[in-house]
Antibody
Framework: EVQVVETGGGFIQPGGSLRLSCAASGFAVSDNYMSWVRQAPGKGLEWVSVIYAVGLTYDAESVKGRFSISRDISKNTVYLQLNRLRAEDTAVYYC???????????WGKGTTVTVSS | SYVLTQPPSVSVAPGKTAEITCGGNNIGSKSVHWYQQKPGQAPVMVIYSDSERPSGIPERFSGSNSGRTSTLTISRVEAGDEADYYCQVWDSDDYVFGAGTKVTVL
């Protein structure tokens, strides 16, 4: 079965750091476009970062310089490093498998990040 | 940056047809994807590349895209279709989502 499972969320103070993990099964992260998408409480979906099959990465302007996406092909896992966290980063963070056509066809259940003092 | 405009809400009676629009500058030249999200659940892709249906998605869901508007159409609406629906495109290395439309089944 093709699926992704996110872990690593939690409660963190402003300015802190966190690393989210997205473990994939049923497919290779190295062959796909893997994205992180977040959803603040009561709000819509916001794309955060993507890593392409060739390894190129792109980030949304709102997180550029603070968040970083990476992958470990041997573990078939994608990561999102969150640094210098702010209250407005509080959200459910979803990992999604994508494609060359830039859609997201498999989503995880998400992991919650709460930034508060 | 590219902006997608969706109506905040659409109401429809069971058995009728719901149309959810997604507006954007020359959106007809882009590939539009649609996602359904029910409360407390992760999004599910219901239409990709303007009008293609993933396996497992009912034929009642269809999509179109032309000019300045893309449309997700849900025919013979059922109570289980009540959810938030988001359109999405890719533009200049950004993945852009619309703000979402809440579909209420009366």
């Amino acid at each position: 079965e093709v699926q992704v499972v996110e872990t690593g969320g939690g409660f963190i103070q402003p300015g802190g750091s966190l690393r989210l993990s997205c473990a994939a099964s049923g497919f290779a992260v190295s062959d796909n476009y893997m994205s992180w998408v977040r959803q603040a409480p009561g709000k819509g979906l916001e794309w955060v970062s993507v890593i392409y099959a060739v390894g190129l990465t792109y980030d949304a302007e709102s997180v550029k310089g603070r968040f970083s996406i990476s992958r470990d092909i041997s573990k078939n896992t994608v990561y999102l490093q969150l640094n210098r966290l702010r209250a407005e980063d509080t959200a459910v963070y979803y990992c999604a498998k994508g494609s060359l056509h830039r859609y997201m066809d498999v989503w995880g259940k998400g992991t919650t990040v709460t930034v508060s003092s | 940056s590219y902006v997608l405009t969706q109506p905040p809400s659409v109401s429809v009676a069971p058995g009728k047809t719901a149309e959810i629009t997604c507006g954007g500058n020359n959106i007809g030249s882009k590939s539009v994807h649609w996602y359904q999200q029910k409360p407390g659940q992760a999004p599910v892709m219901v239409i990709y590349s303007d009008s293609e249906r993933p396996s497992g998605i009912p034929e009642r869901f269809s999509g179109s895209n032309s000019g300045r508007t893309s449309t997700l159409t849900i025919s013979r609406v059922e109570a289980g279709d009540e959810a938030d629906y988001y359109c999405q495109v890719w533009d200049s290395d950004d993945y852009v989502f619309g703000a979402g439309t809440k579909v209420t089944v009366l």
